[in-house]
């Protein structure tokens, strides 16, 4: 009996300590990073900017296991439009750091609050949100519509998804939930990771840098607070107060996404009508790297319909 114990305890530990064992974002790993640090009242960000110094400017938010690596291609498309592009990192994921707490609304919100203050963004502005950014996104300009020029959307993940059992157990169920995170999820990651590498890309590398978050201590916790934070709800209310302040909304969606299934165009078109909807037809989830140039064209369009 005290045997079994003994095995449990130590296959209950193995995950924890893997993760103990993962290195923390250092100053040797940001080194090789381009871009800027800033430090912000949660913590270091690390943030980049595109293209002419007097241009309109255009936030870029990434998704939820992806960092802002995933806009290499669209942001230099943007940069040749003449537009300003800011992305940057979101806590937990590439080279920003890895705050404790619960990622849900206002953690999010006060961070991009603290980056824009950080760089004198003070006018009107675009955002463009991918995945998890696309609830980022949609809830800054639904509670910031006078700073908004408008805001599009890529695969957004506040209105439907696909999270899997495993996700949704782990996002309902503190303690064990967390060991199961730890446990399972890195290989959930990977699978879903190499099932892409097939894939072509405009972004070359970019599976090996999703897969090196994984190395990083920090990651998986930030992915589950996440889950059980910002992605814990729809954001119906958000998009319906857009649609009343009449403000410009374009969503992107890819027609065989396994992740944001297409059929959240049909719930966005009830709760918003006015918002601009386009799809990508042999796209998946990974719009912003597999399918960069049709959502480049797209973009380009919303974009000179508002000028």
């Known amino acids: 009996m005290m045997w079994f114990f003994l095995i449990s305890g130590a296959l209950i530990a193995i995950p924890l300590m893997i993760e103990l064992t993962r290195a923390p974002m250092s100053s040797a790993e940001r080194g090789t ?55 940057y990192d979101l806590y937990g994921r590439g080279y920003s750091d890895r705050p404790r707490g619960k990622q849900n609304e206002a953690f999010f919100i006060q961070r991009l609050n603290n980056l824009l203050h950080h760089e004198d963004i003070t006018g009107t502005f675009s955002i463009i949100g991918y995945s998890i950014g696309g609830a980022i996104a949609s ?3 639904a509670t910031h519509p006078n700073r908004i020029g408008q805001l599009i959307l ?3 993940a506040e209105i439907k998804i696909n999270s899997g059992k495993l996700a949704k157990l782990v996002a309902k169920t503190p303690i064990l939930g967390d060991w199961l995170m730890l446990a399972f999820y ?16 405009h972004i070359p590398g970019i599976a090996d840098q999703q897969e090196r ?3 990083n201590r920090g990651f998986m916790p930030a992915v589950l607070s996440s889950l059980r934070g910002i992605l814990s709800k729809l954001r119906h209310k958000e998009h319906r107060a857009m649609h009343h302040a009449g403000l410009p909304v374009l969503a992107i969606w890819g027609r065989n996404d396994a992740v944001i299934p297409i059929g959240a165009a049909d719930a966005l078109a009830e709760w918003s009508p006015s918002t601009i909807q386009m799809i990508v037809d042999d796209a998946g989830h990974g719009l912003p790297y597999t399918h960069a140039n049709q959502t480049l064209e797209i973009i380009r369009k919303a974009m000179a319909a508002q000028t």
């Open 213 to 215: 978050e994984l190395r």
């Open 154 to 156: 890529l695969a957004p």
């Open 33 to 87: 990073a381009t871009g800027q640090f800033a430090q912000l009242s949660q913590g270091v960000t690390h943030y980049e900017w595109f293209g002419p110094k007097r241009g309109p400017i255009v936030v870029c938010i990434h998704g939820l296991t992806t960092p802002s690596v995933v806009w290499g291609s669209l942001s230099k498309g943007l940069a040749l439009m003449g537009r300003r592009v800011l992305t």
């Open 139 to 141: 809830i800054f300009a």
């Open 186 to 201: 890195p290989r959930q990651l990977r699978k879903g990771i190499s099932a892409e590498r097939k894939l072509a890309t």
